[in-house]
């Protein structure tokens, strides 16, 4: 059992250099997962990463979510498959199994569907009601400002940072903060990070 995420990045054209958005694409993918070979860039402003350890695909969704955010017009589309892997190709793209496939028919769902977060893993009742709390999750987090977004980022890079040392590496004081993570409603993303954690620990049983 893994999990792939596969996604592409929302007015990457709107963007003259898209080495911008691509250096924090590529460090985003970085922190999620240290082994290249398990992420990829392709198609210019599309991108796949598989992560073993399934419970940790929301925390990357909502990472790299959060990275591309901090650049002011853009967003991200992102499908997580969790199934079999069948098969281990020299690069994640040309792996292939029910999470490849999940994945990547969910993503062509998701620009229909104008939604940039959904799941899809064999149980459908799980997947229903996944997919119910990221409709209400995207409500804000759709609506990140870049200041929003950037102390998301803060946060799950540095899980163990006091208020005033997350200030002092922006520039800001402990009650700026604290306002920002309470109007990115930091606190409920997280909760249901947690919450997909424990949901997601019925497949691997």
Known sequence: MTSVLTGDIIKSRSIKNPEVWLSTLKKALTLCCKNSSDWEIYRGDSFQLELENVAESLKAAIY????????KGLDVRIAIGIGEKSFTGKTVVESNGQAF????????????????????????PLNHELNLYFKLALTIMDHWTVNSAEIVKLFIEQPNALQEELGKLIGINQNAVSSRQKRAHL?????????????TKQLMA
């Open 101 to 124: 496939q999940f994945s990547g028919e969910t993503l062509e769902n998701l620009k229909k569907e104008k939604i940039n977060l959904k799941i899809k893993t064999t149980d459908e």
């Open 64 to 71: 790299i979510k959060a990275c591309i955010k901090t650049l």
């Open 187 to 199: 606190d409920l993303i997280m909760q249901l990070e947690e919450h997909y954690r424990q949901k």
